[in-house]
């Protein structure tokens, strides 16, 4: 079984590991950047979506605004300020989780011996495994393995 998971830092992870070429620390660093950048904007969005809400309820408006296009706008306010950033948020957490260094690498007994060909190839760049990487690496069959019962 290659991966139960589904997102773009397994994919990415896996691609590199059947190209046999590990993953650039710049690319490491770009998609990190790239999910901290997303979990700013996701708080920003919470933030400005509440403001407006606050506004729309509390501040007299210069126009008459029926009753029910008040509550409307406050709904949908309050709807963009919960739902997106929950789940995007949530999102970007896990991929940063994905992409922390981690001291230990897979086990061993684990690995097929293209795994064993990604891990040299990392340990020569000079860096620590990602979480993402140690989990696909665990998670395939070794090279000599069958899977008949």
């Known amino acids: 079984m290659i991966s139960r998971r589904n997102n773009a830092i397994h994919q990415r992870v896996c691609e590199a590991l059947k190209a046999q070429s590990p993953l650039p620390l710049e690319e490491i660093i770009a998609l990190r950047k790239k999910?901290?950048?997303a979990v700013r904007?996701?708080?920003a969005t919470f933030w400005v979506a509440i403001i407006i809400f606050n506004l729309a309820l509390w501040v007299p408006l210069p126009f008459a605004l029926s009753t029910t296009?008040?509550?409307t706008i406050c709904a949908i306010c309050l709807f963009v300020a919960f739902?997106?950033?929950i789940f995007g948020i949530r999102e970007h957490q896990r991929r940063l989780d994905l992409l922390q260094e981690s001291s230990a690498g897979p086990k061993r007994s684990l690995v097929g011996s293209a795994g064993?060909?990604?891990l040299e190839k990392v340990k020569?760049?000079?860096r620590l495994l990602v979480k993402a990487e140690v989990e696909i690496l665990e998670e395939r069959q070794p090279a000599g393995a069958s899977?008949?019962?």
Do not use: D, H, Q
């Open 41 to 43: 904007l996701f708080k």
């Open 35 to 37: 999910s901290r950048r």
């Open 124 to 126: 020569e760049e000079g």
């Open 83 to 85: 739902v997106p950033p």
């Open 147 to 149: 899977e008949s019962n």
């Open 116 to 118: 064993r060909t990604y």
């Open 69 to 71: 296009a008040l509550m």
